[in-house]
């Protein structure tokens, strides 16, 4: 049988912020962990879906191929097993029955691409993690979540400062149900990752990006990897454009910008709101750490603007070299 986690419902700091009689005036115990690790800046654990090619046969053997470093890593599987390349699973997990089955249900991808035959995610930890006990707590995640459930693989890659682990799972369960991944499910899987990986040892903590006060945008995989190496013509674009609005001296304000201020003024209220709460029980210095958390947010801005201030640091910069001496 699949082990029982023993799971505490995830902490909602937003419905600090609503008033009502839905509003909560009581913090438990693991809502306090909780908060003290995200004013403390504990090292947030990554979860990732990969969003292309996982669809066709081809795609699946070749992501495999991949993650295994084309048969040099081993690829470790739900059943205790080990794997070079990837090839066997695809016949073991009955992948080309999926395929075929899929294909000749024409019903169920009506007005949609074709459906998943496996999920590919990364589990990955800040630069300086031990690389086995991320690798352990993926396998502990993974065992908890999927056992006698989904077929699972995995292998752990340190070729970046960041250990993470790479696992395809199948989309199709042994009872035949298919796991679809939502935000909630990713909200979910953070957490438990991050409570394996404390379990071993090590600071982690999950909470999400707007929460932080941090910049939520993300790019697609491409344009994101495209701009680390400076070949991003999406970037470029954006640059040149944000440039001329300030040759200009007008930068146009961004559709998402008042959505983007009320979701920061929401998040304050809610911060400010646990601190009253921490200090009717009794946490004053944790309250202490939450004001001050609440000060350090950085404002909340628009891709548009903080390229506007790296371009105007960047004249000041210049500017201040060129200044003569005397």
């Not at 298919?178 to 909470?207: D, M, S, Y």
């Not at 929401?266 to 000060?295: K, N, P, T, Y």
Request: charged share 30%; hydrophobic share 35%.
């Amino acid at each position: 049988m699949p082990i029982q986690a023993h799971r505490e419902p995830l902490f909602d700091l937003l419905s600090y912020a609503r008033r009502g009689s839905s509003r909560r005036d009581q913090l438990s115990p693991g809502d306090i962990h909780q908060l003290a690790r995200t004013v403390r800046r504990t090292p947030e654990v990554m979860v990732k879906v990969l969003p292309k090619s996982a669809n066709t046969l081809s795609a699946v053997r070749k992501h495999l191929a991949y993650i295994g470093r084309k048969g040099e890593l081993e690829l470790e599987t739900d059943d205790g097993g080990r794997s070079r390349g990837g090839n066997d699973l695809v016949e073991d997990w009955d992948l080309d029955l999926d395929e075929y089955r899929r294909k000749s249900d024409l019903t169920s991808t009506q007005g949609k691409g074709p459906a998943r035959l496996v999920h590919k995610v990364i589990f990955s930890m800040s630069a300086g993690t031990p690389p086995e006990k991320v690798l352990t707590a993926v396998k502990n995640f993974a065992r908890e979540e999927f056992s006698l459930k989904h077929r699972y693989a995995m292998a752990l890659h340190t070729d970046t400062p960041r250990p993470h682990v790479h696992v395809v799972i199948k989309a199709i369960s042994e009872q035949g149900r298919r796991l679809n991944i939502r935000k909630a499910t990713l909200r979910h899987w953070r957490a438990e990752f991050a409570r394996h990986l404390r379990e071993l040892g090590v600071a982690a903590n999950a909470t999400p990006r707007y929460v932080r006060g941090e910049p939520g945008l993300r790019k697609p995989d491409g344009i994101h990897r495209a701009s680390l190496r400076g070949a991003s013509t999406y970037m470029r674009d954006r640059v040149e454009g944000v440039a001329q609005e300030l040759a200009q001296g007008r930068l146009k304000v961004e559709p998402g910008k008042a959505s983007l201020v009320d979701t920061r003024n929401e998040v304050r209220r809610a911060w400010l709101a646990v601190g009253d709460i921490l200090i009717h029980q009794g946490h004053s210095q944790l309250a202490v750490h939450v004001r001050q958390f609440v000060d350090q947010m950085a404002p909340p801005l628009t891709e548009k603007e903080r390229i506007a201030m790296s371009l105007n640091q960047t004249l000041r910069d210049k500017l201040m070299r060129e200044r003569p001496t005397r």
